[in-house]
Nanobody
Framework: QVQLVESGGGLVQPGGSLRLSCAAS????????MGWYRQAPGKERELVAV???????NYVDSVKGRFTISRDNAKNTVYLQMNSLKPEDTAVYFC??????????????WGQGTQVTVSS
């Protein structure tokens, strides 16, 4: 089976930085898009950033210029560098990846979520 394991969340003051990591392991043939979503209390889950296997990236407008998504294909890992954090960035952050387990089968996988709290 495939697992996504996240790390790097925590409590940070406004203006601070955090780096999230998400490592995929298990029966992996290839990994296509990898991304980060977040869900704040009482709100729907939203896409924060996505990166293709070729390195193309896309961000939600609210984080452009502050967050950077990257990936290390050799380590099957995706990162989210978050700078200039704001209280409205507070949410549970989830890693997502489209992973092929064979040449013909690809599935969406999710991490367990990591809490990011921005507060003074």
């Amino acid at each position: 089976q495939v697992q996504l394991v996240e790390s790097g969340g925590g409590l940070v003051q406004p203006g601070g930085s955090l780096r999230l990591s998400c490592a995929a392991s298990g029966n992996i043939f290839s990994i296509n898009d990898m991304g980060w979503y977040r869900q704040a209390p009482g709100k729907e889950r939203e896409l924060v950033a996505v990166i293709t296997s070729g390195g193309n990236t896309n961000y939600v407008d609210s984080v452009k210029g502050r967050f950077t998504i990257s990936r290390d294909n050799a380590k099957n890992t995706v990162y989210l560098q978050m700078n200039s954090l704001k209280p409205e960035d507070t949410a549970v952050y989830f890693c997502n990846a489209a992973i092929a387990t064979t040449l013909w089968a690809s599935y969406d996988y999710w991490g367990q979520g990591t809490q990011v709290t921005v507060s003074s």
